[in-house]
C-alpha cells in the first residue's frame, strides 16, 4: 500500500513564499504520476500541478510563474514551490499519486496554506 503525508503549510502574507513537501512510503514511486490538488470551503477541488514519471509538467493557469512542482525519486518526495503567493490561494492542499497502469490512486490528508495580510 501507499502513505502520503503533507506538511509545509502555515499562514504567510501575500507576496510570501511557501514550499509544501508530500512524503510517499511504499513502492515504486517512480512509476507514479503525482500531483497538487486544493481545496477552497465552498467549491470544487482544482488540480495544482502535476508532474509524471517522464518528467512532463502541468500547471493550473492560476499559478503558472508562480508554483513549481519537483520530485525527488532518491527521497521519494515531491514538492510544491509556492511564490507570489495571493490571497486567492488560500487552500487545504492535497498530495495525490496515481499510477497509470495499476489504476491505483492515493491521497494525502491535506496541509492548511492560509495567505492573509
Known amino acids: 500500500q501507499v502513505q502520503l503525508v503533507e506538511s509545509g503549510g502555515g499562514l504567510v502574507q501575500p507576496g510570501g513564499s511557501l514550499r509544501l513537501s508530500c512524503a510517499f512510503s511504499g513502492s515504486s514511486f517512480s512509476d507514479y504520476t503525482m500531483g497538487w490538488y486544493r481545496q477552497i470551503p465552498g467549491k470544487q477541488r482544482e488540480l495544482v500541478a502535476s508532474i509524471f514519471r517522464g518528467g512532463s509538467i502541468n500547471y493550473a493557469d492560476s499559478v503558472k510563474g508562480r508554483f513549481t512542482i519537483s520530485r525527488d525519486n532518491a527521497k521519494t518526495t515531491v514538492s510544491l514551490q509556492m511564490n507570489s503567493l495571493k490571497t486567492e490561494d488560500t487552500a487545504v492542499y492535497y498530495c495525490?499519486?496515481?499510477?497509470?497502469?495499476?489504476?491505483?490512486?492515493?491521497w494525502g490528508q491535506g496541509t492548511q496554506v492560509t495567505v492573509s495580510s
Open positions: 495525490k499519486a496515481f499510477h497509470p497502469w495499476r489504476t491505483a490512486e492515493y
